[in-house]
């Protein structure tokens, strides 16, 4: 499957963003769906996950009742819709899909496949 993430940009700090990831070339209803995040000079971190149905979703502690991670099978579409963003949440984010990890997964290591990442700058 092939990932095209959009909707990057810069904001100022309480403001919002909703991502997309547009996936092709597979039947998108058979992954889970990840976004994950990449500050300057730190490690890629798990930042929220759906399952393949998108009846079960999982967030890290850091954005829970800021984000809200959500897809639609028939457009073959994931999304992450962010509010209240803060100066913290400045990385360029990624999406990520497995078709054998659980919606619990949060390892990097776990998603097989990835789009090219979305810049995301939140000014204070």
């Known amino acids: 499957v092939q990932l095209q993430a959009s909707g990057g940009g810069l904001v100022q700090a309480g403001g919002s963003l909703r991502l997309s990831c547009a996936a092709s070339?597979?039947?998108?209803?058979?992954?889970?769906m990840g976004w994950f995040r990449q500050a300057p000079g730190k490690e890629r971190e798990f930042v929220a996950a759906?399952?393949?149905?998108?009846?079960?979703?999982n967030y890290a502690d850091f954005v829970k009742g800021r984000f809200t991670i959500s897809r639609g099978n028939l457009k073959n579409t994931a999304y992450l819709q962010m509010n209240s963003l803060k100066p913290e949440d400045t990385a360029v984010y990624y999406c990520?899909?497995?078709?054998?990890?659980?919606?619990?997964?949060?390892?990097?290591?776990?998603?097989?496949?990835w789009g090219q990442g979305t810049q995301v700058t939140v000014s204070s």
């Open positions: 990520a899909a497995d078709s054998t990890s659980l919606w619990t997964t949060t390892q990097a290591s776990m998603y097989a496949y």
């Open positions: 759906i399952s393949k149905t998108g009846a079960n979703v």
């Open positions: 070339g597979r039947t998108f209803s058979k992954y889970v």
